[in-house]
């Protein structure tokens, strides 16, 4: 089942399919001026169809909505989440309240395409695109679990959502009271943000002055609040200057060792230097960079003997040399051959 997705702002995009790394030309593509609604009704396995909405906002985020055609309800789920462009291809790389990645194609002004998994095209006589409507959707969600670092104090909450960053008043009613009780026993000090998780409505309601209307949470269920931080938000990686953990290597998945040196690589600005690992020894060279192309030149390697499980040296030597072009996810590196068949993918360690 389709599962969750996002949002933006006025960009200049060039498309480029995987697959189709040596092509020479690029269209340039924009999205609309955002907030924009992308619509339809997406292919289901197990329904009549999945009605989807996604609307992109300027800031970095989505939230969106699906209804299950033909199932009883509970038959609806919405989410909210940030979003990325992939650095060559036209991708938009997503994360929900769902830790699981899910990927678009922007086709043309106006239409968005769903990807499978791997952030390539699903080869099927189904129709997986979503049409840009007139209007874009307001905010009206309700979400559980919704986490968040929660702040009372002078006489008001505030809720920062941990996936899309984005910080809510919180309203006075549903189970706002305990929620308000919970934290001013458990804090240290006034002020201190605590990690609270709740079931929320989401929507826009008049600000405190009144009048004008802001985001706000209407905490309808308080389940917990504790000492705790929100995880890493969903971010473009940059390619140079930091390393690169090897994940997948021809298709097969790598084990990574327990403890030693992981394998990946590192292409560092200075001197345009390549460093990196099999997974035992230690990996130097130099690159070559050209837009979306790119070329790694192994110069040296140690000569260790290692049997530990995860060690891929000459597998990964081998595999560099065909390297000819590069992308990035979010925080996935993927490398491919002159054909544009996907040799490796490394994630941010």
Partial sequence: MFEKLFAGTLMALVIWQPGAANATTAVPVSLPQLPATFSGTLPCASCEGIETSITLQSDGTFFSRQRYAGQVPPNQ???????????????????????????????????????????????????YHLNRTQTADSLDLKLFPLRGQYVYLADAGLFSECVSGLSFS????????????????????????????????????????????VPSLLPLRYEHIALGNCATRLHSANLKDQFWTLVQLNGKPVVLPESGRAPGLMLHSENSRLSGSGGCNQLLGTYTLDGRFVQLNLVAATRMACLNEGNVDGELISTLAQVRSWNILGQRMELYDQLGRLLARFEVS
């Fill in 170 to 213: 919180v309203l006075a009613q549903g189970d706002n009271i305990k929620l308000e009780r919970e934290y001013l026993e458990r804090r240290n000090e006034p002020g201190q943000a605590l990690l609270a998780t709740v079931y929320g409505h989401l929507k826009l309601a008049p600000s405190m002055e009144g009048g004008r209307l």
């Fill in 77 to 127: 789920a919405s989410d909210l989440g940030r979003w990325v462009m992939s650095h060559y291809g036209n991708i938009v790389v997503m994360q929900g309240q769902n830790s699981n990645l899910r990927y678009f194609r922007v086709n043309s002004t106006d239409s968005i395409e769903m990807l499978d998994l791997e952030a390539r095209t699903i080869l099927s006589n189904l129709n």
